[in-house]
């Protein structure tokens, strides 16, 4: 980020709070950051905070009544290589997908020539709301581009989504965006993420723990990159708004067959992340089984493999990335995944490795390309996985 013009707009919500942590990470990263503050977002966070750790003046009103300075919306604009909106609030959202200009924040906003990204934080009710969803629609229709609001508990002391990205996954957001290459734009990648349920019977199923959070990193990599991205989940909490993004959901790995076979010839890659149960219940009960049946064994058959079938029908040049997730002998079972799934590229993620895997923020994988090249990623954050991943993948598409 060194040398980076991070302008940096904070607008009136709790989450106003971080800013003061997020500064700071882009400060260390070498990046100048310049603050424009809403006059409510100083009843979150002291100004002097913001000006202290950025090293700058901060800008709130057109005209600064202490120092007779006129705060120019334009020369901000001009100097801003991003402008990041954060946290965003349902108020400053609406007003910038309708065209209101009232303070400094929203005139520098209609006078940026880069791009803007804006994190919304809110609460889940408002972040729900049509209203909400039809603004940012707008906004991103409008190339803006959206840090999606996190899930757990709120200031309100409610638990959903609403809340605003942790500072380090904002921070590694705007790196990536910063140093992404050129949008390669018109391809398109289709991703698999998240379980799949196989039903027993009307009320249950068998499935493993995936979140499907490694997929939708993924697709926001992507997406980062400029594909258009068609992303086939499993059932997952995840959330993704974007004008490129299209969400198939599905609940079975057959179902997911079907979603990917309808897609697979318009895409020119594809990235197999989803934790697909290899097998399904033979027989699903019409109704409820009752524990007075005794059934003690469940028969079970084998799900049809989606990663093999997109692989073995590809047309045009089309990539093809696997996941491996292994308990034992890794290596080699990913490389004999590699070789009899005929793919590009395998991904393997042990669950040997602590604060990996399944459901966390963070994954340590090792990624291995058909001509034997082998590339070791510490554990971290399943974002930085994606970008470094969606790197490597350019680069033989190079
Ligand atoms: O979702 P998260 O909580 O973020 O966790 C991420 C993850 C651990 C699920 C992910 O990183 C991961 O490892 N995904 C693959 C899990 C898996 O099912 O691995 P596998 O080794 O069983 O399958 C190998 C490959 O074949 C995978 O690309 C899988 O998507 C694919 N497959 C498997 C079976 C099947 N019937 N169809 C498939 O397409």
């Known amino acids: 980020m060194y040398g980076k013009r991070i302008l940096l707009g904070i607008t009136g919500g709790i989450a106003a709070y971080k800013i003061a942590y997020l500064i700071r990470i882009l400060k260390k990263q070498e990046a100048e950051v310049k603050c424009i503050m809403t006059p409510a977002s100083s009843a979150f966070i002291s100004p002097l905070v913001v000006s202290t750790l950025s090293k700058n003046q901060v800008g ?53 020539k880069g791009r803007t990204i804006v994190a919304p934080a809110m609460d889940l009710d408002m972040y729900k709301h049509p209203s909400f969803l039809r603004n940012i629609e707008t906004l991103t229709n409008d190339g803006v581009t959206v840090i999606p609001a ?6 309100s002391g409610l638990e959903g989504e609403g809340r605003l990205a942790e500072p380090e996954m904002i921070a590694s957001f705007l790196a990536a965006f910063m140093s992404a290459a050129q949008p390669v734009s018109e391809k398109r990648i289709c991703i698999t993420a998240g379980p799949t349920h196989e039903a027993l019977d009307p009320v249950r199923y068998i499935s493993n723990h995936s979140s499907g959070k490694m997929g939708f990193s993924i697709a926001k990599a992507a997406l980062l990159r400029g594909y258009e991205v068609v992303l086939i989940c499993g059932p997952t909490e995840e959330t993704l708004l974007h004008p490129l993004f299209t969400r198939i959901d599905v609940v079975s790995a057959d179902e997911m067959l079907t979603a990917v076979k309808r897609i697979w010839q318009t895409c020119d890659l594809g990235v197999f992340s989803a934790a697909v149960a290899d097998f399904r219940p033979a027989i699903i009960a019409d109704v409820k089984m009752k524990k007075k049946e005794q059934t003690t064994s469940i028969q ?22 696997g996941f491996a997730l292994e308990t034992n002998n890794e290596k080699e ?30 994954n340590k994988v090792t990624i291995f390309g058909k001509d034997g090249e082998l590339v070791e990623l510490e554990l971290q954050n399943k974002f930085d996985i994606a970008v470094k991943l969606m790197d490597i993948i350019e680069n033989v598409n190079a």
């Open 150 to 155: 996190e899930d757990g508990e709120l200031a």
């Open 60 to 112: 709130i009103e057109f005209w600064d009544k202490n120092t007779g300075v006129w705060n120019n919306h334009v020369a901000y604009a001009e100097w801003a290589d991003v402008f990041l909106i954060a946290p965003a609030t349902m108020n400053t959202i609406g007003k910038m997908a309708n065209g209101l200009c009232e303070n400094l924040l929203l005139a520098t906003y209609f006078s940026m």
């Open 300 to 321: 079970l058959e084998q799900n049809p493999d989606i990663l093999k079938w997109a692989s073995f029908e590809r047309q045009n040049n089309q990539k093809v990335v």
């Open 333 to 362: 079972n990913a490389l004999l995944k590699l070789e009899q799934k005929n793919l590009d590229f395998v991904v393997l993620n042990s669950t040997q490795d602590k604060g990996a895997t399944f459901g966390g923020e963070q």
